[in-house]
């Protein structure tokens, strides 16, 4: 039997697109990420869902919570799905990051560089890798929802697509997006990336 694993970017905040907003609190989705978070829900809500993952993070929280209250599931937070750790980026603009030669190296060449203070793209890789691990194990045979970050997911597909880390720049994580991991004891299909219409009968 394999498990079904939906990995979710939580919906738009004010963040998106201007600055890192990295795991700083208080950051909440806005009005357009709040309308994202109820069409994932109308999107995902037909789906025999088992189980909702979050990170610790509220926009994780708040993109889960249309669809949880639609399937009656308590979602759980998951430490190995928290946003990466952006150290001293934390709160800068990317017109402010783009003067920095370690942000410049960050987005060339990932595995090269770390956020002064934070975690490296391999530590994030590994723990986005054993949380679905974790989660297949746990899921066997059912279908669970993994609300977490954009570049936490970008690699853990790139594990699985078998794609370098210093390579990630060449594909999109959108908010709201959904992409989707078939899962057995001993292998793994990627069966969707950043989708953000209706999912396919293979995802179901």
């Not at 025999?48 to 937070?77: D, G, K, V």
Request: net charge negative; glycine share 6%.
């Amino acid at each position: 039997m394999s498990t079904v694993l939906l990995l979710v970017r939580h919906a738009t905040n004010d963040f998106v697109g201007r600055a890192i907003a990295g795991r700083a609190p208080g950051v909440h989705l806005n009005e357009e990420g709040k309308r994202q978070a109820h069409g994932l829900a109308e999107r995902l809500g037909t789906i025999p869902i088992a189980a909702i993952y979050t990170s610790p993070l509220e926009r994780t929280r708040e993109t889960a919570e249309p669809l949880a209250a639609r399937l009656n599931i308590t979602p759980r937070a998951l430490d190995k799905l928290h946003e990466i750790d952006c150290g001293d980026w934390t709160g800068k603009t990317f017109p402010e990051l783009d003067r920095e030669r370690e942000w410049q190296l960050w987005v060339a060449q990932r595995t090269q560089a770390r956020p002064p203070g934070g975690e490296s793209i391999i530590e994030v890789q590994r723990r986005a890798v054993d949380a679905i691990a974790q989660l297949r194990a746990e899921h066997e045979g059912e279908t669970v929802v993994l609300v977490s970050h954009g570049d936490v997911i970008k690699a853990a597909l790139a594990h699985f697509l078998r794609i370098s880390l210093d390579d990630l720049e060449t594909f999109d994580i959108a908010p709201a997006s959904v992409s989707a991991i078939q899962a057995g004891v001993d292998w793994a299909q990627v069966k969707l990336v950043n989708e953000t219409g209706a999912l396919p009968a293979t995802c179901r």
